[in-house]
């Protein structure tokens, strides 16, 4: 795969991880990008973003393929986690005149990985030309760490904004348009409810400053995946609005494990329940689905129902990692509850309804405990309490 032209000042030439299948703890299975630009202008030449080490020969490769590596006048470090920034030093050794930049928070953190590696500041008012092409630069704390920073091509009206409008998403086209719209929109769903989900105020204040600064760009190309340009930039932008708004629907997403099946009958049956309550509901079990797909579903959900045999007087451990996963990213507002099965001890629904209240959900009512396997009376029991649960959730909503 060769450098591809983004515009006419800017080419990508960045790498493809075919075969990452884990990243932060949630599944890849369509791999990602490590996406990295060159902004050329008359006098100089700028490169925006590395890559992971092991992937800076790529990086290098397609560079080559431009102009000489040696003549970089510039690296931006937009963002210092690893994936972007583990391979500076051996960028930095192939371009031996290139001046580093990051944003203040990010040059600290530049000296902390690279052991006192020493690189400039750069922020909102700072204007970088290259021989008529500019750079500009905006910081973006907590999109998705401290140190994250926006570039901006004004001349082409290219946006780069690292780890913001990315996805997880390894192919042999650079484009949205060009791997499928719905594709690259469920692609961004996935990375946005997996790493994103509780940064949504931080990423509509950044957007705003955006349009201060009177960017409007044409093209937005993130440091993951395929490249948002022309009509798709707006879709991006208004659907990261969206989501960033934190509007809830009458949802109910109910994750459970089992051991002896009791708690897989149970889930079913208040599943039912909440569907002839008029609820959209979606049941997994957590033994063969991922929780980045479960983030997708709860990303716009105002219910959670959790169930969980007990096992040595606790939860299954199955569902304690997922509750640990969902804690990270503080899914607030939401509604959640707890049901299970035991068999001679009980325990696990009282973990969970703790460890619920501990992450910020609104413990909506008390859990639902059944001991051994459920008779149709006891269903019955469990489909009143799941009736009583889709009562609260639609005057949520309300």
Not at 25 to 49: M, Q, W
Not at 88 to 115: F, Q
Not at 116 to 130: E, F, K, R, S
Not at 350 to 376: M, N, S
């Given at each position: 795969?060769?450098?591809?032209?983004?515009?006419?000042?800017?080419?990508?030439?960045?790498?493809?991880?075919?075969?990452l299948r884990d990243f932060h703890g949630f599944d890849t299975p369509r791999g990602s990008t490590y996406n990295a630009?060159?902004?050329?202008?008359?006098?100089?030449?700028?490169?925006?973003?590395?890559?992971?080490?092991?992937?800076?020969?790529?990086?290098?490769?397609?560079?080559?393929?431009?102009?000489?590596?040696?003549?970089?006048?510039?690296?931006?470090?937009?963002?210092?986690?690893?994936?972007?920034?583990?391979?500076?030093?051996?960028?930095?050794?192939?371009?031996?005149?290139?001046?580093?930049?990051?944003?203040?928070?990010?040059?600290?953190?530049?000296?902390?990985?690279?052991?006192?590696?020493?690189?400039?500041?750069?922020?909102?008012?700072?204007?970088?030309?290259?021989?008529?092409?500019?750079?500009?630069?905006?910081?973006?704390?907590?999109?998705?760490?401290?140190?994250?920073?926006?570039?901006?091509?004004?001349?082409?009206?290219?946006?780069?904004?690292?780890?913001?409008?990315?996805?997880?998403?390894?192919?042999?086209?650079?484009?949205?348009?060009?791997?499928?719209?719905?594709?690259?929109?469920?692609?961004?769903?996935?990375?946005?409810?997996?790493?994103?989900?509780?940064?949504?105020?931080?990423?509509?204040?950044?957007?705003?400053?955006?349009?201060?600064?009177?960017?409007?760009?044409?093209?937005?190309?993130?440091?993951?995946?395929?490249?948002?340009?022309?009509?798709?930039?707006?879709?991006?932008?208004?659907?990261?609005?969206?989501?960033?708004?934190?509007?809830?629907?009458?949802?109910?997403?109910?994750?459970?494990?089992?051991?002896?099946?009791?708690?897989?009958?149970?889930?079913?049956?208040?599943?039912?329940?909440?569907?002839?309550?008029?609820?959209?509901?979606?049941?997994?079990?957590?033994?063969?689905?991922?929780?980045?797909?479960?983030?997708?579903?709860?990303?716009?959900?105002?219910?959670?129902?959790?169930?969980?045999?007990?096992?040595?007087?606790?939860?299954?451990?199955?569902?304690?990692?997922?509750?640990?996963?969902?804690?990270?990213?503080?899914?607030?507002?939401?509604?959640?509850?707890?049901?299970?099965?035991?068999?001679?001890?009980?325990?696990?629904?009282?973990?969970?309804?703790?460890r619920l209240t501990e992450i910020g959900f609104e413990v909506a009512q008390d859990p639902y405990t059944q001991k051994?396997?459920?008779?149709?009376?006891?269903?019955?029991?469990?489909?009143?309490?799941?009736?009583?649960?889709?009562?609260?959730?639609?005057?949520?909503?309300?």
């Amino acid at each position: 795969m060769r450098a591809v032209p983004v515009s006419e000042h800017v080419t990508w030439v960045g790498a493809v991880d075919w075969n990452l299948r884990d990243f932060h703890g949630f599944d890849t299975p369509r791999g990602s990008t490590y996406n990295a630009y060159l902004v050329r202008g008359a006098e100089k030449v700028a490169l925006i973003d590395t890559v992971k080490t092991a992937f800076v020969p790529e990086l290098l490769s397609r560079i080559s393929e431009v102009l000489d590596p040696a003549s970089i006048d510039l690296i931006v470090v937009n963002h210092i986690e690893p994936d972007h920034n583990s391979g500076l030093r051996d960028v930095m050794a192939a371009c031996p005149n290139a001046r580093v930049v990051a944003s203040g928070s990010g040059v600290r953190g530049i000296a902390e990985y690279h052991d006192g590696l020493v690189v400039d500041a750069v922020g909102p008012t700072d204007v970088i030309d290259l021989g008529g092409v500019t750079l500009g630069f905006l910081p973006a704390p907590m999109v998705h760490w401290p140190d994250s920073m926006f570039t901006y091509c004004a001349e082409d009206a290219v946006l780069m904004c690292n780890d913001a409008f990315g996805q997880h998403l390894a192919s042999a086209e650079r484009f949205a348009d060009e791997v499928g719209v719905d594709l690259a929109l469920d692609e961004l769903k996935v990375y946005y409810a997996n790493i994103l989900l509780p940064l949504g105020t931080q990423i509509a204040k950044v957007m705003e400053k955006v349009a201060a600064a009177g960017w409007a760009p044409t093209t937005i190309a993130p440091s993951h995946g395929v490249i948002w340009r022309g009509g798709l930039v707006d879709r991006a932008i208004s659907t990261y609005a969206e989501w960033g708004s934190g509007e809830l629907r009458d949802k109910v997403v109910v994750a459970y494990s089992t051991m002896w099946g009791s708690t897989d009958v149970l889930a079913r049956t208040i599943a039912d329940t909440l569907i002839a309550q008029g609820l959209d509901v979606h049941l997994y079990d957590l033994a063969v689905t991922s929780y980045a797909q479960l983030m997708v579903e709860l990303q716009d959900a105002r219910g959670l129902l959790i169930g969980s045999p007990t096992l040595h007087h606790g939860m299954l451990f199955r569902v304690a990692g997922f509750l640990q996963y969902v804690g990270a990213l503080v899914p607030a507002g939401r509604l959640a509850a707890a049901f299970g099965s035991y068999g001679w001890s009980s325990g696990a629904t009282k973990q969970v309804t703790d460890r619920l209240t501990e992450i910020g959900f609104e413990v909506a009512q008390d859990p639902y405990t059944q001991k051994f396997r459920p008779t149709e009376a006891e269903l019955a029991a469990a489909s009143e309490w799941a009736v009583a649960f889709a009562d609260k959730v639609k005057a949520a909503g309300v």
